[in-house]
């Protein structure tokens, strides 16, 4: 997909993307779609979708308690294709691609939870997420993009190496894996170099 996010967030506290891509032709990874704040009303889809992705999902709790503490937190939604399965279609047309959540910080954003829901894996949402984040902490001023990613998730790693994330740490033990055992987390950042008035990093 070569599409680029260009949104922003009403404000920190209160996210309100609304980015339409309106591509010529619908295709896998092809159709219009669009950014909408999470609520606590869309938790139940989204606590599907996370059981569905991982071995380990974030629970509603999560979730909510990152919605009460103001973290900006987004659901890419995207209209349903003809042949895809009625599950998991909205009462509007839309289907849920994936979604984010962030917590600001001072002069950097920590993404918390960026996921893509299995079905439309590997046709280039997350990096459309990412481009959308990096777009947003931007206008934040802020100067650096930090995740944690678990040591075996080597496809995720794989990603965020090709966005640019460089490997700065590890955080022992810090992820749940099951059997009373822990695993270490992976702490990447990214530098967000300033883009100028035509658009091109300075």
Known sequence: MTTTAVS?????????WAVQHWPEAASASQRRVSFEPMTTAH?????EVEKTAY???WSPRHFSDSLQSGY???????????????HGVRPD?????????????????????ITVAPAHQRQGWARF??????????????????LEAR???????ALYERYGFK?????????????FQREDAVVMSLPLAPVGASGVKA
């Open 8 to 16: 922003t967030f009403a404000s920190p506290a209160v996210p309100a």
């Open 43 to 47: 938790l139940d889809a989204v606590a």
């Open 55 to 57: 071995t380990h999902p």
């Open 93 to 113: 047309g839309r289907v849920l691609l994936g979604y984010l959540v962030a917590m600001p910080g001072v002069e950097e954003v920590h993404l918390l939870n």
């Open 167 to 179: 490997q700065v740490g590890l955080r022992r033990g810090y992820y749940p894996a099951g059997q």
């Open 72 to 86: 900006p937190a987004v659901l890419l939604l995207g209209e349903a294709l003809p042949g895809e399965a009625e």
């Open 129 to 146: 997420m990412l481009d959308a984040l990096v777009h947003w902490s931007r206008g934040q001023q802020a100067q650096w993009l930090w």
């Open 151 to 157: 040591q075996s998730n080597a496809p995720a790693r």
